[in-house]
Nanobody, 126 residues
Framework: QVLLVESGGGLVQAGGSLRLSCLAS????????MGWFRQAPGKERELVAV????????HYADAVKGRFTISRDNAKNTMYLQMNSLKPEDTAVYYC???????????????????WGQGTQVTVSS
């Protein structure tokens, strides 16, 4: 019901910046929360940041607090992740996700998100 497409990944040097975008289409009116998750080789998919589609409330993983900013433009059905002061540890495939079932607060569990984008590779060199 919801299609998500990420863009903006690439290769950057440590300390650099990158902005990811996620365009949502389909039944976007059913979205409660959207989020960014990432997965590095040999590791489980982990939370980066999530945002309430309705209120704009946000939550960040400790590893990215102060460096990353999640935002959304409802009129454009687009979510963004501004990444500053990038570190080699940030290297991963970044996934956009949408939750259409949560009726309460922000959903931070990857397993609760029913729709996922194809992922975009972010590589930070040192």
């Amino acid at each position: 019901q919801v299609l998500l497409v990420e863009s903006g990944g690439g290769l950057v040097q440590a300390g650099g910046s990158l902005r990811l975008s996620c365009l949502a289409s389909g039944r976007t009116f059913s979205i409660y929360d959207m989020g960014w998750f990432r997965q590095a080789p040999g590791k489980e998919r982990e939370l980066v940041a999530v945002i309430s589609w309705r209120t704009g409330r946000t939550h960040y993983a400790d590893a990215v607090k102060g460096r990353f900013t999640i935002s959304r433009d409802n009129a454009k059905n687009t979510m963004y992740l501004q990444m500053n002061s990038l570190k080699p540890e940030d290297t991963a495939v970044y996934y956009c996700a949408a939750d259409t079932t949560n009726r309460s607060g922000l959903e931070i569990r990857p397993s609760a998100y029913g729709y996922w984008g194809q992922g975009t590779q972010v590589t930070v060199s040192s």
